[in-house]
């Protein structure tokens, strides 16, 4: 019953920004811990943000000054911003409920050059 579901992924250019939704339903409540992670083609799945349940944030040092994770309880969602998107930023992001364990299916970002 427990659902993740992310939206938002798509194709832009560099330089650009894209914001991405992850909607929570079933057991799974937005204001416990989350996180997005994401994997590129041939490499580890890596943590990109998180937040905890305090709200405080942490970020890769990769997205540091660029991406902004946040929530909107109202709706129990997550979000990344992502603002001056690189090529290297190119993945399918995951959104995570870090206590809950739930995986979200995945989105694909590419960001070409």
């Known amino acids: 019953q427990a659902h993740l579901v992310e939206s938002g992924g798509g194709l832009v250019q560099a330089g650009g920004s894209l914001r991405l939704s992850c909607a929570a339903s079933?057991?799974?409540?937005?204001?416990?811990?989350m996180a997005w992670y994401r994997q590129a083609p041939g490499k580890q799945r890596e943590l990109v943000a998180s937040?905890?349940?305090?709200?405080?944030?942490h970020y890769a040092e990769s997205v540091k000054g660029r991406f902004t994770i946040s929530r909107e309880k109202v709706k129990n969602t997550v979000y990344l911003q992502m603002n001056s998107l690189k090529p290297e930023d190119t993945a399918v992001y995951y959104c995570h409920a870090i206590i809950d364990g739930t995986w979200g299916q995945g989105t694909q970002v590419t960001v070409s050059s």
């Open positions: 937040i905890s349940s305090g709200d405080s944030t």
């Open positions: 079933g057991s799974i409540f937005s204001s416990t811990a």
